[in-house]
């Protein structure tokens, strides 16, 4: 499987080596006898374009891929040759980005993006500027730093215009779940280069039917509750997640797809869920944690700001619903507040975002980091559905950035965010992990729905909010940084909190039809 992640951006440096015709000196031109012949200038030029190719190979971050440089002559005229520019198409094709020393007059007939790297000369910045004001998509760089940065970033746009997503649809035009999931996909593919396969999500079940539990399935099962600290649900409930999870792989490489999400609540409603005993939470799991954007209830919207966040934070993601913690109302145990923030029995006095769902990944620090530690818990009190748990509070940060797109895809709202605490229940969907957000979770969840964002929410580990700013400027989607009006900086002043319950008791007797809905805190079992 083609994971678009891994793409690399196809570099390829021009080389532009003015040869004049004689030797003569005048308002653009000084030098010797010796440096202003001809036969000198070619052979100065084809030295320093020798150390400059091996200079970008050793210069260039991992995410290019440099081809074959070129060396390319031109006269006092300013004109290149159609020759030349016919020996510089062969390869026009693969090239994502030409990398020139000087300009190269006529290069924008191929429609690539142009580039220079230069501290010492004035030329990047009018060369630049010019295929910029003629719609040419263009940047200047003074040094490796600035340059290897922007492959960073172009490594991302490539990555999602790589990206094809299986789409298990129950057919609407959007999700009863998520009416501000983008329905326009062809607009995606239009904007941003990315491809769907859409197909009905009962079809992934008659492949099923076709599928036997194999030893290899058996053996990931085993290697999972092994690796598990613990677990609370069967092996034999596990195989049936594990089998959805290769019948959707078989799927995604028969169409070539490398991101996925499938509708829920209709297919829920279906009750073939019930009948072939899954939930699709393992699979969303482990399609994040092997780098490919997956995402619940058939969200367009979440799964696009999945794709930015992990491919710029180069970890997986964690999503899910974003309600109220009314500040006063929970204990910091019922919160699974760490002790080095408050006392078990300290009443958060402040506002919260609990965002809530079964789809922790293990990689959230990082595809070349360790695994997070796990338990393995059952979404059904049947028994079967297998999640995966993980406490999101206890990672080496508490900084996270969190984010969606719009119903229309062309808009982002992200904010940064600290994790306060992280509870866990035996069923449904958990874990449920508490921010605290700059301008406060009140004003977040109204901005949610005032922007046409809508609910679930991409968490990341770490501050990824100027990058997700850039490169919004690159791909064209607009970027809203959620602060409602915060004067300072993000750094969030101390966590509010309280000795006294007695607010805590009289909203919980005032509420108690809308607390009785909210996540529980619950043990996990022993593994069985």
Known sequence: MKHAIDV????????????????????????????????????????????????LREGLCSCANV?????????????????????????????????MNYRVPGIERFGKAVSELNFDQPHPMDVIGYYKAIGLEAYMANDFDEYNE????????????????????????????????????????????????????YEIFDEMDKMEVTPEMEAEADQLIDGATACAIS?????QDIKYFHTVRKIMEKYGCNAFTSSCMEMCASRRPQKYRITPCLTHTINKDEKLPSACEEDMSVLMAMMVLMYLSKKAAYMGNPTL???????????????????????????????????????????????MPYTLGRFTHQGFGTKFQINLAKGKTRTVTIGRFDRSGKKMIVTRGEIVGCAFRETFCSPMVYFRVPGGARAYRLALAEGSYGHHQVVVYGDYVKDVQRLGKMLGFEVEIFTHKVETSFEMPELVITRDTSAADEFRRKNHSISSMAPSSGAVNKKI
């Open 235 to 239: 092996r034999d409930n596990m195989l």
């Open 8 to 55: 690399k951006v196809n570099v390829k440096p021009v080389f532009t080596n003015l040869v004049h015709s004689a030797a003569w000196e005048g308002p653009c031109r000084v030098g010797t006898p010796e440096t202003t012949d001809p036969l000198y200038e070619v052979r100065s030029g084809k030295e320093n374009f020798k150390r400059w190719a091996k200079g």
């Open 150 to 201: 922007l492959l960073r970033f172009l490594q991302v746009k490539k990555a999602i215009a790589n990206t094809n997503v299986l789409i298990l649809s129950a057919g609407r035009i959007s999700p009863v779940g998520v009416y501000t999931s983008i329905p326009d996909l062809y607009g995606l593919w239009e904007r941003y280069g990315v491809r769907s396969t859409k197909m009905p999500f």
């Open 325 to 371: 913690i009314p500040k006063g109302t929970k204990t910091a145990r019922e919160l699974g507040v760490p002790e080095d923030l408050a006392d078990p029995d300290d009443i958060i006095d402040e506002d919260l975002l609990e965002i809530y769902h079964a789809v922790p990944a293990r990689m959230m620090e990082g595809f070349e980091e360790e695994a």
């Open 67 to 99: 081809m074959e440089p070129f060396y390319l002559e031109f006269d006092e005229s300013f004109t290149v040759p159609d020759h030349t520019f016919d020996e510089l198409a062969k390869d026009a094709h693969e090239v994502d980005i030409y990398l």
